[in-house]
């Protein structure tokens, strides 16, 4: 059974194709699907993509459709990710105020019963040393790719977790917000884990740099935390991660 799916905006660069083509084993006596089954289907062949998949809409001859609607071989198929007005990106670069309750929200969930945000501000005074501005700078596309990758990594680990983390870019003076991580989880445990796994996964893979700006000079640094190497497996839940 072969079949043409149209993907449109974040859906088409996940894929990097408008146009997805597939080529289903069906048997004789079957030779049409219901879009639940296509959908579960895309999900088992790129797992990569299930999070964005589990949002998404599937158009059928330009109808939207339920789970039970048939597709056959000839109809034109459409994924259909949530259009503007829909809820604010998990994932995000900013060079204004962030508002940590904003990125709360998006994590809080009626199943669960515990949420953690980790906030990071820019710190006065290091080991004697006065900081009076910090400037961050990103690979943006990068970055954003490897916070959403860390957020597919805890879902792998901790199945129930939401995550969202949103940076800032550019000058963060001293008492200001430059990072805000909130996990929500069914059980506290594991908000604290996932928390606190995002923030050193964070620091490991993502591409952002800051120049710390003192009164006598300033210098560009990366994640401090020893050798970096951003293709290192991530430790296991607990060990090897360096205090905050």
């Not at 669960?112 to 596309?141: C, K, M, N, V």
Request: glycine share 6%; net charge negative.
């Amino acid at each position: 059974m072969k079949l043409n799916i149209l993907l449109f905006a974040g859906l088409a660069d996940l894929w990097g194709t408008r146009l997805l083509q597939l080529d289903i084993d069906r048997s004789a006596a079957r030779e049409e699907l219901t879009a639940a089954e296509l959908k579960a289907f895309l999900i088992r062949q790129y797992p990569d993509a299930a999070r964005a998949l589990a949002d998404t809409f599937m158009a059928i001859n330009q109808q939207y459709a339920d789970d039970h609607t048939s597709i056959r071989e000839n109809d034109e198929i459409a994924l259909i990710p949530p259009v503007s007005g829909g809820e604010p990106a998990a994932v995000e670069l900013t060079r204004d105020p962030i508002q940590p309750d904003n990125v709360t929200r998006k994590v809080l969930h009626s199943s669960h019963g515990a949420s953690l945000t980790f906030i990071g501000t820019t710190r006065e005074w290091t080991a004697g040393q006065q900081t009076t501005l910090l400037e961050y700078d990103a690979y943006e596309p990068m970055a954003l790719r490897t916070m959403e990758q860390i957020r597919t990594e805890i879902s792998e680990r901790w199945p129930e977790v939401l995550c969202a983390m949103t940076h800032r870019l550019g000058e963060v003076k001293p008492g200001e917000i430059s990072v805000v991580i909130a996990v929500s989880a069914p059980h506290r445990s594991d908000v604290y884990d996932a928390n606190r796994y995002a923030i050193e996964r964070l620091k490991q893979i993502v591409p952002i740099w800051k120049k710390e700006r003192w009164s006598d000079g300033s210098e560009w640094k990366g994640h401090q935390q020893g050798p970096w190497n951003p293709l290192a497996s991530p430790a296991p839940s607990g060990e090897g991660e360096t205090p905050l």
